[in-house]
């Protein structure tokens, strides 16, 4: 039995020791910006090439991260409806207000408090994931120009504050229309400095609003069933779960 220890020991001091050497050789160190002007006006020519506009008007939005996590989202009244497994949370996400079921029922106190926390935290993810182009140029983000490990330039936005990961980097780049073709990531939650994902999938909603649904890396992550409209009878709904 010591010896099967002993054994189990080895092994899990290597995987230890493979781990840490693959986040030492792999990591990027997060570049320094510069040019924070001509950064401002490559991240407005970016949300030209996605239709930002059209985005900022678009009032409903639903869409399913990762086939686990549905959401239907009113912009103009900043409320979202979060489904996963037998959960419902109908959250306002400026007054943290919620409406909790599960399996159809209502839940109150701890129970309501710690669903509608991930639900919380779920939204901040995965809406970022939808389109964080429209964050660019949101209250506590930095932008400026970079030049990578690589050679490539790329737009620089830096999180200072916000969402549930304030302090987070990414830098975009950019095709010869200014629209997204990757990005890559400093993020707190993945201790690899510099993980790239691409950004491909484009997709068109009703408004005119475009989305990427297709991020590739060593998993590949995908948004199915993408929606934009102004109505809910636009988007198929036939009641609101808003009330």
């Known amino acids: 039995m010591k010896k099967v220890l002993k054994i189990m020991g080895y092994i899990i001091l290597a995987l230890i020791v ?10 990027e160190k997060e570049p320094v910006g510069t040019n924070p002007a001509e950064a401002d006006a490559l991240a407005k020519k970016m949300l030209i090439a996605t239709n ?12 399913e991260f990762m086939g686990v996590h549905n959401y239907l989202w009113d912009k103009k009244e900043n409320v979202v409806q979060v489904n996963w497994g037998e959960n419902e ?7 943290m207000d919620a ?9 109150e106190g701890d129970k309501k408090e710690k669903l509608k926390n991930k639900a919380w935290g779920f939204f901040c993810n995965d809406s970022f994931w939808l389109n964080p182009i429209s964050k660019a140029f949101d209250p506590g983000t930095e932008r400026s120009l970079v030049t990578l490990k690589d050679g490539r330039k790329g737009l620089k936005v830096k999180y200072t504050g916000g969402g549930v990961t304030p ?4 830098v975009w780049i950019l095709d010869e229309n200014n629209k997204p073709i990757a990005w890559k990531m400093w993020v707190k939650i993945i201790p690899i400095g510099g993980i790239e994902n691409t950004w491909e999938g484009w997709k068109e909603l009703s408004t005119g609003a475009l989305v990427s649904t297709v991020h590739k890396n060593f998993i590949p992550m995908e948004l199915k069933n993408v929606k934009g409209a102004m109505t809910l009878e636009e988007m198929g709904v036939q009641t609101n779960p808003f009330l």
Do not use: P
């Open 167 to 170: 302090g987070d980097s990414y």
């Open 52 to 63: 930002h506009e059209a985005w900022d008007s678009t009032r409903f939005v639903s869409w």
């Open 99 to 107: 409406k909790v079921t599960v399996a159809g029922v209502a839940v």
């Open 18 to 27: 493979l781990v840490v050497g693959a986040i030492f050789f792999m990591s």
């Open 89 to 95: 949370v109908v959250l306002n996400t400026k007054t």
